[in-house]
Nanobody, 111 residues
């Protein structure tokens, strides 16, 4: 069964950048979309971005133009490049493929 492992979170100032990684234990490129979600303290889980097998990407309006989802099929890894980070981007970020979820990685944007 596929396992997803996230990494790359951390503390960053407003306006800064981070790149999150989601490494899959098996090939996921041809099935399902791969998604990023986030959940801030006291708030509902929020969909952030999706990439499908063709490479097509879709973004939540809150991150459009600032975040970019991409993949490296040879490494079975999906990335989320996060630029121009805002305080409201602070959350635990989760990678998702079908019913499989990563463990989450904390992103904290603070001045």
């Amino acid at each position: 069964q596929v396992q997803l492992v996230e990494s790359g979170g951390g503390l960053v100032q407003p306006g800064g950048s981070l790149r999150l990684s989601c490494a899959a234990s098996g090939s996921i490129a041809s099935t399902y979309g791969v998604n990023w979600y986030r959940q801030a303290p006291g708030k509902q889980r929020e969909w952030v971005a999706t990439i499908i097998s063709t490479g097509t990407t879709v973004y939540a309006s809150s991150v459009k133009g600032r975040f970019a989802i991409s993949r490296d099929n040879a490494k079975n890894t999906v990335y989320l490049q996060m630029n121009s980070l805002k305080l409201e981007d602070t959350a635990v970020y989760y990678c998702n493929w079908g019913v499989i979820w990563g463990q989450g990685t904390q992103v904290t944007v603070s001045s």
